[in-house]
């Protein structure tokens, strides 16, 4: 049975100066204002789907792809510019920090507000209103106005209103954005026994993509408004982050005056190859780099690798052992096994040093990777501790029973 339709949903702004601030010029420039085209900029164009009832539907992205206005048009806070989406249920939506909640109103009316703007009666709302402050965990400020709440505690209260008021369809936009590993691993947990346990529909909007794969039936991948990939979560989010890496896992150059480098390193390629679909903490992959050396007096060459994590903390730093080579094209390669580093984003630079002492060239930055997370059988989708994530075995054995 399908839940939510969408056929053919378009949404378009208009850029340009709103008011003047004087109202003799704001008339003047309405008068004036044509229609045209080139002042719109399409967020969404002709986007169509279906989700099942029961479904958990992901969806991926990158910035200002689309996908917080299509949860909004569903969530009717937005209308489309064109098209129509079908619904069956009441949805409750959870797009930013405290919405469809009142500052001046406690924790504990917000609920009741919330559960009235779902067309829950008093009663149904007093019957799980000990649970949803439970899971909130905001028990002692229950009866604060929530304006005084931190961005943290209106996420919980805000989350475990939406979970708990007994919607058919429950919209997540970034959940994750906000919070502790705590609340987030109850969340994760809450949306899957929501559609798994009692049969509701979910849409989720997530950066995520550990919890998009194992949270989802089906991931949709949005790109500047349009619709371009939809399936399995694994294949679709492998195309995504493929597709996101591509300019940043290979350089190469043909000829040496237009390479990087001086008078005695010229980069010919650097690249960095995996033969997975999904980059993930399992995925050995190699780096490989070819250069013109053109020492007119050749020594000991040396070649490093650093690797950073985006905070600019050093993962690694490694080394070639020191090796006399002519002058000419030469190449090298570091192999990185799999289960070793941590998930996150990474970039690397080589350098090249002459006789262990004289530093010939210096290459940052040269490439930046994402790689994924990775887990089976656990409902916590938090950051794993740590800049590296060895597979060391861990063994339990049972010394008594009692």
């Known amino acids: 049975m399908i839940a939510i339709k969408a056929e053919n949903i378009s949404k378009s702004y208009r850029l340009g100066t709103i008011s003047a601030g004087r109202l003799r010029e704001d008339i003047r420039h309405w008068l004036k204002k044509q229609p045209v085209e080139d002042h719109l900029v399409w967020a969404l164009k002709d986007v169509s789907f279906e989700v099942n009832q029961g479904e958990v539907m992901g969806f991926i992205g990158n910035n200002g792809a689309g996908k917080s206005t299509l949860l909004k048009i569903i969530s009717r806070i937005a209308a489309p510019t064109s ?9 409750a939506s959870l797009l930013e920090v405290g919405s469809g909640f009142h500052g001046e109103l406690s924790g504990r009316e917000n609920i009741f507000l919330n559960g009235n703007i779902l067309g829950m009666k008093k009663r149904e709302i007093q019957a799980c209103f000990d649970e949803i402050v439970a899971f909130s965990g ?4 229950i009866d604060t106005p929530v304006k005084r709440y931190s961005s943290g505690m209106y996420m919980r209260l805000a989350f475990a209103v939406a979970a708990h008021l007994n919607p058919e369809i429950l919209v997540v936009d970034e959940v994750l954005a906000v919070g502790d590993v705590e609340f987030q691993r109850k969340c994760l947990g809450k949306m899957k026994e929501i559609s798994g346990r009692k ?18 039936d089906r991931v949709i991948t949005l790109h500047k408004g349009q619709l371009i990939d939809e399936g399995k979560p694994a294949e679709v989010i492998g195309s995504y982050l493929k597709n996101l ?9 043909d000829t040496p005056d237009a390479a990087p480098g001086n008078d005695y ?18 995925t050995p992959f ?14 000991s060459l040396i070649a490093g690798i650093h690797l950073f994590n985006m905070a600019g903390e050093c993962i690694f730093d490694v080394a070639s052992k020191g090796t006399s080579l002519q002058p000419g094209l030469i190449s090298g390669e570091c192999r990185i096994p799999g289960n070793f580093l941590n998930n996150g984003a990474y970039y690397l630079s080589i350098v090249f040093v002459k006789d262990t002492t004289t530093r010939l060239f210096y290459f940052e930055g040269c490439l930046s990777f994402n790689v994924e997370d990775y887990r089976e059988n656990t409902a ?12 060391f075995p861990v063994i339990l054995n049972q010394q008594d029973v009692v």
Request: with cysteine; aromatic share 18%; glycine share 8%.
């Open 245 to 253: 890496q591509s300019d940043y896992l290979y350089q190469e150059y």
């Open 380 to 391: 916590w989708f938090g950051k794993w501790m740590g800049y590296v994530r060895p597979d």
């Open 265 to 282: 390193i010229r980069i010919k390629k650097v690249s960095l190859q995996y033969d997975t679909e999904l980059f993930d903490i399992r």
């Open 286 to 299: 190699i780096i490989r780099f070819e250069c013109w050396y053109a020492d007119r007096d050749p020594g």
């Open 83 to 91: 098209g129509r989406v079908f619904g069956k249920g009441r949805v």
């Open 199 to 216: 049969g509701k529909t979910v849409l989720f909007v997530s950066h995520n993509t550990q919890a998009l794969l194992n949270l989802c």
């Open 138 to 141: 905001v028990e002692q400020f």
